[in-house]
């Protein structure tokens, strides 16, 4: 029976897609440059965008006041008409905000925009409160002022809105925004951490667009927006010019719905250094970075070995993400260190139980746990401090963009234990708070709830999110009432 009405809606989408049918934006599409998947990877000659580091506007030692401001206005980005597009303090995506541990932060987030927004730390641990969830609605004109304090390791975060049946459009139009946590460990390293110069952010997205300019944004029955660009900090296939040296990246998936499958055009290695969380124990030595929509993970790439003049592409699934082009020789003492970080193992036997998570569906018949989020619902009640084991599997036969979902919880970070009874790749086995969960797979992962409050989970597909996927859980204190 349900696999029939699927066979329909399938049928129905490949005719719609087929056709270039778009209800939500009529006009002439841009017909995607030939480069796009096939052999020929130039990029645009668009230097890389660098997000600019957002300014402590608190003179005080532990603290830190930041202003952000939700403003729509139009970038440069493809052709000769500009895009209307959003953005945090600018036009399009937003500033990187650098925090310490320890560290009492203070924020004020001013909506310019004439619809309402949030926005929600995505991996910070903060109570449910500050966590800028559906809960956390500012309304135009309003400014929204939580504080909290950095209570994790180093790690790169990132935010973005997350309103009930507007988050997808808005991050397409451009909102989101870097976190970055420094902490003793992480500055003792000796790692690239020179901001925009040997630490740069890499913020993944893809995006269509109208003839006008303007963003084609497609919601039909994939699942999920699969667009024509690929957009790294807002350009396509943009080019960074780098030194011969090492250098880190800190990859952000922002787009709605699509996965990343990184690699050097020239098959050479990098470091994986870190995943959502923070750092990983030791360096992972790799030829192919995959990345859900939502997850991050910090790279070192080592340019030492080319010569000057030398072009580097990075590419995914054979199409251009962005080229490297080598500069002159610079010195450089970095060292990858073998240990990264210590990682607190999440104790099996000290959880308190089991829980289940369904993901079913496509396009926009999804499901968790058989029904659809319900803002006035809450699913799962938790008690402050506790530990449990979430076995998180898909039914993702029929799905038609993605071959999974990348499942997120709010407000925490987890621990992998296992892919389908499999002891986790290396690269996952560091602080998570996305996962992707492949069609017919289960995953289980260890967490724990350190703060109070409601909090979302959710398949980070945010097509997905917005189509009901979602479910909300309660951290409850037992020792205040
Ligand atoms: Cu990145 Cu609920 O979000
Ligand atoms: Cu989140
Ligand atoms: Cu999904």
Redesign the pocket.
Known sequence: MMNKTYLILLIFALILTLAGCNIMNPGEPQIPPSGVGSESLNDTGQALPIPALLEDINPEEGRAEYALRVQSGTTQIIGEQPTPTLGYNGSYLGPAIKLTKGEEVQMHVTNELGEATSVHWHGLEVEGTADGGPHQVIAAGETWNPSFKVNQPAATLWFHPHVIGTTAIQVYYGLAGLLLIEDENSKSLGLPDDYGINDIPLVLQDRSFNQDGSFLYVTNMM??AFDDYILVNGAIAPYLEVSQVKMRFRVVNGAN?RNFYLELADRSTFYQIASDGGLLEAPVQTESLFISPGERAEIIVDFSKYSEGEVVELISDNALVMTFRIGGASKDNTVVPERLAEIERLDERLAIGTKTIE?DGMGHM?TLNGRKFDMHRIDDNVTLGDIEIWEIT?T?AM?MG?P????HIHGTQFQILSRDGQEPASNEQGWKDTVFVRANETVRIIVRFNYEGVFMYH???L???EAG?MGQLEVVNPFVK
């Open positions: 699942d999920g719905a993901l999804v898909t993702g799905m993605s999974g979902h990348p499942f398949c980070h597909i097509e997905h999110e996927m």
